[in-house]
Structures are given as structure tokens and as C-alpha cells.
């Protein structure tokens, strides 16, 4: 499967922006699929990740009641809406797909990664 990650772009601190994560290739609607960011000289770290059915979500602590994540299986996308941003949320966004149903915040359980999209949050 080839997933690719969209919406980002440069944003004042306090603004949204919604990510997508599209799919193509075959479904991903058996996997969880997560969010992941690397900030410039930093380790990648997780940020989101939604469950098979949508029905499970997980959050970073530093983008929780901040970030939602969301999944329309209809459409093989996968959503995270970012609000309240801030200059540290500034990094390269990546999806990824797990090869499980379950979501996760291990990368190692990630399976398949989109190309990343830039957010940029200035003060």
C-alpha cells in the first residue's frame, strides 16, 4: 500500500490545519494508522494513531486535546486535525500504516510510511 500524507503548510501560532493520509494500492482499512513527526534535529516521534474501526485513539501527551485523529474507510483516508498550534509543533508529518488492527504508539509496528508533509508553526 502507498500512503500519502497532505495539508501541511505554514501556519501562525494559535491556527489549524487538517492533515490527510490517502491511501492507494489496496485498503488500509484493516490496519491502524498512526502519526508520526520529526521535528529539525530531533528523533521522530509519535503524535496519533486510530485504531482499525476508529473506535480506539491515541495521543502524544504534548498534542493532547489539541490534535484529533480520524479515519473514513469509504474514502482509504485517514485525518488529524491540528488546532491551538504552536512553534514546537513544527515538523515533518509522517502516516504509516501498521500491520496490525490495533493502533500503537511504537513505530516498530509500523509497517508502511508515506513520504511526510511540512507544518510549520510560526510565532
Known amino acids: 500500500v502507498q500512503l500519502q500524507a497532505s495539508g501541511g503548510g505554514l501556519v501562525q501560532a494559535g491556527g489549524s490545519l487538517r492533515l490527510s493520509c490517502a491511501a492507494s494500492?489496496?485498503?488500509?482499512?484493516?490496519?491502524?494508522v498512526g502519526w508520526f513527526r520529526q521535528a529539525p534535529g530531533k528523533e521522530r516521534e509519535f503524535a496519533a494513531a486510530?485504531?482499525?474501526?476508529?473506535?480506539?485513539?491515541a495521543y502524544a501527551d504534548s498534542v493532547k486535546g489539541r490534535f484529533t485523529i480520524s479515519r473514513d474507510n469509504a474514502r482509504n483516508t485517514v485525518y488529524l486535525q491540528m488546532n491551538s498550534l504552536k512553534p514546537e509543533d513544527t515538523a515533518v508529518y509522517y502516516c504509516?500504516?501498521?500491520?496490525?488492527?490495533?493502533?500503537?504508539?511504537?513505530?516498530?509496528?509500523?509497517?508502511?510510511w508515506g513520504q511526510g508533509t511540512l507544518v510549520t508553526v510560526s510565532s
Open positions: 486510530i485504531n482499525w474501526r476508529g473506535g480506539s485513539t
Open positions: 494500492g489496496r485498503t488500509f482499512s484493516n490496519n491502524g
Open positions: 504509516a500504516a501498521s500491520y496490525y488492527a490495533a493502533s500503537s504508539r511504537t513505530q516498530e509496528r509500523y509497517r508502511y
